[in-house]
């Protein structure tokens, strides 16, 4: 069974910071690309970023593009999203997904940006 468990979500200022955390069981992360996305509500689910299995390669949604970083760690089955930057619109609840269309996803953290 897939399990994914997002962490590190949290109210933060606008500017500020924050570290995402996904830990991963029930298939080869390794041999997996993975993605991050998000969503408000009302609004449909928005891809941000995405990684290559073995971590070679990153792709950014254009608003989050030299803000956020995607990164893994596969010794630890751990998938992480470094935030800089922060803005109040990316106030969202953020989820990691398996693969780099549709997949499974954990449920979700909580990033609240506040000014």
């Known amino acids: 069974e897939v399990r994914l468990l997002e962490s590190g979500g949290e109210l933060a200022d606008v500017g500020g910071s924050l570290r995402l955390s996904c830990t991963a069981s029930?298939?080869?992360?390794?041999?997996?690309?993975m993605s991050w996305v998000r969503q408000t509500p009302g609004k449909e689910l928005e891809w941000i970023a995405r990684?290559?299995?073995?971590?070679?390669?990153?792709e950014y949604t254009e608003s989050v593009e030299g803000r956020f970083t995607i990164s893994r760690a596969n010794v630890n089955n751990t998938l992480y999203l470094q935030l800089n930057s922060l803005k109040t619109e990316d106030t969202a609840m953020y989820y990691c997904?398996?693969?780099w269309g549709v997949g499974e996803r954990g449920p979700g953290t909580l990033v609240i940006v506040s000014s």
């Open positions: 997904q398996r693969g």
């Open positions: 029930g298939f080869p992360f390794g041999q997996n690309g």
């Open positions: 990684i290559s299995f073995d971590g070679g390669q990153a």
